[in-house]
Every structure is written in C-alpha cells, then in structure tokens.
C-alpha cells in the first residue's frame, strides 16, 4: 500500500508563528486531503488538493503531485489552530491516512 | 444540516459483548465511511459505502466486524464478540462527492 509520512511528528508554535507540515507519500495519487482533528477529537475536512494550490483564510495547502509530496501552510497561528493535522491520501476510497502532526500554539 | 450524528458517543462494555454502532449521514450524501482511530495504528478506514452499497471491506480486521446500511440514512457497525483490542474510537463520514469527508463526532469504545 501507500506509504505516508508526515513530517514534523510535533509543532509548537507562538501565537503569531507561521509554519509548514508536511505530508510525503510513496505512489502517485488522485485524492489527497488535509484534516485537523481538534482537541476534542473533531476531524474537519481542512482542503481537498490532489494537486495545485488552494487557501482558505490563515491557511493554505500546495500539492506537487509529480513528486509526490503536499505542503499545508499555516500563518498568523491562533490557539485554536492547536491539534493534529492529518494528511490523507490514496484513491477514493482506498485512504491512507498519516501519523500526523502534533501542533500546539502558545498564547 | 445537523452534520453526521453518531451513537452511542460513548460505549464501555464487557469482552464477548455484541456492541453496534450507529451512524446517521448528512442528507443527500452518497458515500458513507467507517474508520477507526487507534494509538497504536492510528486513522484506519474499515469499509465504505456507496449508494448503501458495500464497495471495500478489505479493513474491516475479522468476521468479528460487521457493517450494514439499510437505507440512504442509517448505516450500522456490529462487533461480535467484542475483545479489549477492540478499544477504539469510531468515526463515521460521509460524502456528497468523491472529495470530501464530513465526519461525525465518534464513538470512544471501551471493551473490558
């Protein structure tokens, strides 16, 4: 199956950092998806970005497909953006999911 | 819309025990997913479903698990007997689409 590493394991941020995660993944793809699972156990779909680049408010995310790799950026980071950030990819329905990455912002 | 609604949120139950969980997708979703979050193994999809109809069950772990959808609104998942190694939590998610998830709140399992 598909590998999927993430990298780094854990962030810990100052309120105001900026910041990159990282999501490698061992084959091509044609579904890739970011997911923050907040500290109450919620996971909400962040972006769906097979490819290209896409943004929505403070955060952004940056798929190169051809060498198999998706970046999610996060700017201007608030307390709430602490949590586990989950990268997913694969083909439909067939997703491997990454370890994630442990993000805490400081006040 | 009330997102995907799961119960029970919370379930402890005794080894050997039947356990079912309940899922309710958002309206109008095609694709209904179970999955399962472990320390250990972390984010797993067991089986999905389209149109109520099973299209992989290859990560559902043993014939202990079971997964139903009757209708287009209620989707169920069964273990029997259940073991400690069981001890997770149960997301349920679905899709309008063949991109995003929607997922519900979970349901932490403890098998004793």
């Known amino acids: 199956g598909i590998q999927v590493e993430q990298s780094p394991p854990d962030l810990i941020l100052q309120e105001g950092a900026n910041s990159t995660l990282r999501c490698n993944f061992s084959d091509s793809v044609n579904n890739l998806q970011w997911f923050h699972q907040n500290p109450w156990g919620q996971l909400i779909n962040l972006f769906y970005?097979?490819?290209g680049t896409k943004q929505n408010g403070r955060l952004s995310a940056t798929t190169v497909a051809t060498e198999r790799y998706s970046l999610l950026y996060i700017s201007s980071s608030q307390t709430t953006d602490s949590g586990v950030y989950f990268c997913a990819v694969g083909s439909w329905g067939k997703f491997q999911f990454g370890a994630g990455t442990q993000v805490v912002v400081t006040p | 819309d009330a997102g995907v609604i799961q119960s029970p949120r919370h379930e402890v139950t005794e080894m050997g025990q039947e356990v079912t969980l309940r899922c309710k997708p958002i309206s109008g979703h095609d694709y209904l997913f179970w999955y399962r979050q472990t320390m250990m193994r972390g984010l797993e999809l067991l089986i999905y479903f389209n149109n109520n109809v099973p299209i992989d069950d290859s990560g559902m772990p043993e014939d202990r698990f079971s997964a139903k959808m009757p209708n287009a609104s209620f989707s169920t998942l069964k273990i029997q007997p259940s073991e400690p190694r069981d001890s997770a939590v149960y997301f349920c998610?679905?899709?309008?689409?063949?991109?995003?998830?929607?997922f519900g709140p979970g349901t932490r399992l403890t098998v004793l």
């Open positions: 970005i097979p490819s």
């Open positions: 998610a679905s899709s309008p689409t063949t991109d995003t998830q929607y």
